[in-house]
């Protein structure tokens, strides 16, 4: 992963300026969990670079697709990184890969929504369980992270960056999510629902500082508008005409 900052480090800062709030929070030894909202498919380069600036190599959950290309997927596995299996029940290996990174003391970085947000205005989405169940079995901090400007740099499902003007990124940290009381209980699903609300709430109300502006009061739920929760959404052959802020209305009532 050093190497990879080195390659990659000169290009964001050639691409980009920064604005990093509050980094220190990610803790500087022990096991740990970064966790983003996703706005761009240049995040992972990005926070890397927040992470990185502020003394931890991170480590990912990353999607097992990018393993399938050859030059790509040796890169991703002697840097480290955790193939995970979306909308499978292979996940549970990268569950498992991650508890034991944890317990070796690494700083895993995960997008607790899964994909990049499907809100219609960019606000995190409802999360998957994948962070709150890592957290809870093995008790360690949950540092929260709002971004906003990497989507300016290249927009959700496009592949053609905007480099000019330079493009602001800002990334601002909070305190550990508190979890400790649900670690106490035994496992259960309402538990992990509950830290998984926790952490995606932590995260929004950091993105709405940052944009200045008040986030969605529900979180947008891509089960319950029928938009399928991985690849393009607007590649979707059959999507379901609903409101995405409440599924029992349709669009414009």
């Known amino acids: 992963m050093t190497v990879a900052a080195t390659i990659l480090k000169p290009t964001l800062l050639a691409a980009t300026s920064r604005t990093w709030i509050?980094?220190?929070?990610?803790?500087?030894?022990?096991?740990?969990?970064v966790a983003i909202n996703h706005i761009s498919h240049i995040d992972p380069l990005l926070s890397a670079h927040f992470v990185y600036d502020h003394g931890r190599l991170p480590r990912y959950l990353a999607k097992s697709g990018l393993f399938s290309n050859k030059a790509l997927g040796g890169f991703l596995t002697s840097a480290g990184q955790i193939p995970v299996e979306r909308l499978s029940r292979n996940a549970i290996g990268a569950y498992d890969a991650a508890v034991r990174a944890i317990g070796e003391g690494e700083c895993i970085v995960i997008y607790p929504e899964g994909t990049l947000t499907r809100d219609p205005d960019l606000w995190p989405m409802k999360g998957k369980t994948?962070?709150?169940?890592?957290?809870?079995?093995?008790?360690?901090?949950?540092?929260?992270?709002g971004q906003?400007?990497?989507?300016?740099?290249?927009?959700?499902?496009?592949?053609?960056?905007?480099?000019?003007?330079r493009k602001n990124i800002?990334?601002?940290?909070?305190?550990?999510?508190?979890?400790?009381?649900?670690?106490?209980?035994?496992?259960s699903a309402e538990a992990t629902t509950e830290a998984t609300d926790r952490i995606m709430a932590a995260i929004t109300a950091i993105v709405a500082d940052l944009r200045g502006s008040t986030a969605p009061a529900v979180r947008y739920d891509p089960r319950a508008t029928?938009?399928?929760?991985?690849?393009?959404?607007?590649?979707?052959?059959?999507?379901?005409?609903?409101?995405?802020?409440?599924?029992?209305?349709?669009?414009g009532r």
């Open 130 to 145: 994948g962070a709150a169940r890592i957290a809870l079995a093995t008790g360690c901090p949950v540092i929260p992270v």
């Open 170 to 187: 800002v990334m601002k940290a909070g305190d550990p999510v508190r979890l400790d009381d649900l670690a106490a209980q035994p496992a």
């Open 22 to 33: 509050d980094g220190e929070k990610i803790p500087a030894t022990g096991g740990c969990i």
């Open 226 to 251: 029928g938009v399928r929760e991985i690849g393009n959404p607007a590649e979707d052959p059959h999507p379901r005409s609903r409101n995405p802020r409440n599924p029992r209305k349709r669009p």
């Open 148 to 165: 906003w400007g990497a989507q300016e740099v290249l927009p959700p499902y496009t592949k053609r960056p905007h480099l000019l003007p």
